[in-house]
């Protein structure tokens, strides 16, 4: 306990310290890796997003059915109310 005595601090007072620190690093870790990936997923979402755009404005498709496209593409509960899954599975019942 050379450490301890030298901080001033007893056994208890340490461990407690040292739990802390681990604590408040593991947060800032986690918040940065969070931050890191969400980045990343925006900005593969945004590529993928543009990459769609030109290809309906190559097909020769207007700017409204592009529009109409992403509306449909970006709402996920849909016009329904049900999710795209429900909403293929129903249509695969029928």
Do not use: H, W, Y
């Not at 604590?23 to 925006?42: E, G, H, P, Q, Y």
């Not at 992403?70 to 016009?79: E, F, Q, S, Y």
């Amino acid at each position: 306990m050379l450490l301890a005595e030298v901080l001033g601090f007893r056994g208890e007072e340490l461990l407690t310290s040292i739990c802390a620190l681990v604590a408040i690093i593991s947060l800032a870790v986690f918040k940065t890796t969070k931050m890191l990936s969400d980045n990343s997923r925006k900005s593969q979402r945004d590529d993928m997003e543009a990459t769609l755009k030109m290809e309906m404005i190559q097909r020769g498709l207007s700017a409204e059915e592009i529009e109409r496209v992403l509306a449909a593409r970006m709402d996920p509960v849909g016009r329904e109310g049900c999710s795209p899954r429900r909403r293929r599975e129903e249509a695969t019942s029928r």
